[in-house]
């Protein structure tokens, strides 16, 4: 690759402290100095903060003029996301314009299959294009693990923007759940009911069990990475959870999400996790807020707010969730969406968040009256 230079010396300080990183001592005490006025972190402790923590997911990208710039000196997007200094730097345009409470680190959650021997492409315009996996032969095409070095540019970025904040901002880092990067894997491109990894699960379960394995295992040891880089929160991607019925949720979101959630909290207990299950319905936001070692759940836009809230444990904050067409939008109805939302979450631990990501036409004044709003 072109930055396997840096992903090796990258790997090279990383290995110094074992085969983990650095020593869980090192960590957990880095952990314990977090700043206390970090309000995301307070609301992840379970604290009903005074002021709502905020921050937006996508929050770096085509929506910024200075992204686009940016974008536009990169052929590609994969190249762009290997690339530390440009996605440092693309992480903190955000921050710098808007003063957002957290940068999350600019990557992609398809990383992970790029990492374990399965080339990622984005076409224009069209989305991630990946060799689809057709028959449980083409898992054997994998790598066994992770390609660490592959994926050391995104610690390197990660350690770039720790350096470069205030004691005020919180670092995200975060994975794609398996569920969700599998079907990318399987079906080589987003599908709009992710039938193709549907299918491949009902035909090969064991073989999908593979999968799910090798995945769960390659995310805890990325965000492991990405915690030891800098990172204080990590959230989890979970984009096509909504498609499974009861028992195939269970057995490829839940499960999967609790090994990693409990596998962060055994590694860095101090360590925050959010869970974003996007769609799902609130007996199942319940269900991933009561895992072990998860902290918040993200709320999409459909979420009935109070049902998740009678569903989630009182220390577990929520985040969300205003429509992102809604804040492309503006207008009255988006002063009124934001106010309805804050005063939902009154009294408990809440993350002022969009349903999913900003969409690239918003427009910045939108962004700006978001911020004043819910900081008012």
């Known amino acids: 690759m072109r930055f396997l230079d840096e992903a090796l010396d990258i790997l ?14 090192e960590v957990n005490r880095a952990a314990e100095d977090m700043n206390s006025d970090k309000l995301i972190l307070r609301a992840l402790g379970g604290e009903a903060t005074a002021r709502r923590p905020l921050w937006m997911m996508r929050q770096a990208g085509r ?8 974008r536009a000196t990169t052929s590609s997007f994969m190249e762009f996301c290997f690339n530390p ?30 990492a374990l021997g399965q080339k990622v492409s984005f076409e ?32 390197e970025a990660l350690e770039r923007v720790k350096g470069a904040l205030d004691g005020s901002t919180t670092l995200i880092g975060f994975c794609g759940a398996p569920w969700t990067i599998a079907s990318y894997m399987i079906a080589g491109k987003g599908t709009p009911d992710q039938a193709p990894a549907r299918r491949f699960a009902y035909m090969y379960p064991d073989a999908f069990q593979r999968l799910i394995d090798l995945l769960t295992r390659a995310c805890i040891e990325h965000l492991s990475l990405q915690v030891k880089a800098g990172a204080e929160v990590v959230q989890i991607f979970d984009s096509w959870a909504s498609v499974l019925p009861g028992p195939q949720f269970e057995r490829w979101c839940l499960a999967p999400v609790a090994q990693i959630a409990k596998a962060m909290r055994a590694r860095h207990p101090k360590i925050k996790v959010i869970a974003f299950p996007r769609g799902v319905s609130p007996r199942h936001v319940g269900a991933v807020a009561n895992l072990e070692g998860v ?15 009678a569903a989630t444990p009182a220390h577990v904050a929520l985040q969300g969730n205003l429509d992102p067409l809604l804040l492309l939008a503006g207008g009255p109805e988006l002063t009124r969406e934001i106010h309805r939302i804050r005063d939902a979450f009154n009294g408990r631990p809440h993350i002022f968040n969009l349903g999913h990501g900003i969409l690239p036409p918003t427009p910045i004044a939108n962004v700006e009256l978001l911020i004043r709003e819910v900081r008012s």
């Open 63 to 70: 929506y910024l003029p200075e992204y686009r710039e940016l």
């Open 85 to 114: 200094a440009k996605a440092a730097e693309a992480t903190l345009q955000p921050i710098r314009r808007f003063g957002f409470d957290a940068a999350i680190i600019f990557s992609d959650i398809l990383v992970i299959p790029e």
């Open 124 to 155: 224009a315009g069209e989305g991630p294009r990946l060799q689809p996996t057709e028959s449980p032969a083409d898992l054997d095409k994998l790598f066994p693990e992770l390609e660490i070095a592959m994926l050391a540019p995104v610690y």
């Open 295 to 309: 902290n918040g759940v993200g709320l999409d836009t459909s979420a009935d707010v109070e049902a998740c809230i």
């Open 12 to 25: 090279t300080r990383l290995k110094q402290f074992g085969s983990d990183g650095k020593s869980d001592g």
